[in-house]
């Protein structure tokens, strides 16, 4: 593949997605210094997943997805979800649970998307890095692309709900569990359609459209109240009661 090819799906996103956020994110900006940090933990990330991918090994529970998708849909599909949903998003959730939440300008609900997003941004980076070498030119430009967004979707889902819960004093268990549960699910539905239904593609992409519109209303939401940690008229999160349980806010 020629140079220009191969960094083309790499290196544009990176930039275009960048700058994106910088401007989405007007209440109170975030330190480009944290932010360039967030994506370099999104990319030591990837080789956390890469590690938990061989863990699974150990235990005789590593499967080529694509040879599932031949002989064992059922297994496929739970193998996207508790596989490949699990170790992708909770490898990108570390980094955030452990550091990100304790910067002292993560002060605003929008600061767990706008760092998800970087988070999962250099998750991205990686993962393109090792895949579009790999394939015909015009599929690693796709999915240098779509990889990134896709990525970006799950992690602003339990980017948001963690983050508030943290900046409005809730415990965290209980919404680390439910986010990393609902985004698994659904990591796992994309996955086991782009790897097994092909003629479904379109399915995938009505997936990850519905999650960025949800995304793109939040940040709406997000920016017509007043800047603050928990601000008392917080935008109830929509499908809340899916990753925080009945209680809701107080």
């Not at 900046?167 to 086991?192: E, K, M, N, Q, W």
Request: some cysteine; glycine content about 8%; hydrophobic content about 55%.
């Amino acid at each position: 593949m020629q140079f220009s090819i191969f960094v083309l799906p790499i290196v544009l996103p990176v930039i275009f997605w960048t700058c994106y956020h910088l401007y989405k994110d007007r209440h109170l900006p975030e330190p480009p210094s944290h932010l360039l940090f967030a994506f370099l933990l999104g990319a030591a990330a990837s080789f956390l997943a890469l590690f938990l991918y061989r863990a699974l090994g150990w235990f005789d529970l590593r499967y080529d997805a694509f040879v599932l998708a031949e002989t064992n849909l059922p297994g496929l599909f739970s193998y996207a979800v508790l596989a490949i949903g699990m170790i992708e998003e909770i490898s990108k959730m570390v980094p955030f649970l452990l550091v990100v939440l304790y910067f002292r300008e993560f002060n605003e609900p929008i600061d767990g998307i706008i760092y998800g997003s970087y988070i999962a941004l250099g998750f991205a980076a990686v993962e393109n890095i090792q895949y579009v070498q790999w394939e015909p030119a015009m599929q690693a430009i796709g999915r240098g692309f779509a990889g990134p967004v896709v990525h970006m979707v799950f992690a602003s889902i339990w980017g948001y709900h963690i983050g508030r819960a943290h900046l409005c004093g809730r415990p965290l268990g209980r919404v680390i569990l439910g986010s990393l549960a609902v985004t698994a699910v659904l990591h796992g539905i994309y996955d086991f359609v782009v790897i097994a239904l092909p003629d479904w593609l379109a399915l995938a992409a009505l997936l990850i459209a519905g999650g960025w519109i949800w995304r793109l209303a939040l940040i709406r939401d997000l920016h017509a109240l007043p800047p603050g940690p928990c601000p008392k008229d917080a935008v109830p999160c929509r499908g809340e009661a899916a990753v925080e349980g009945p209680t809701g806010d107080e």
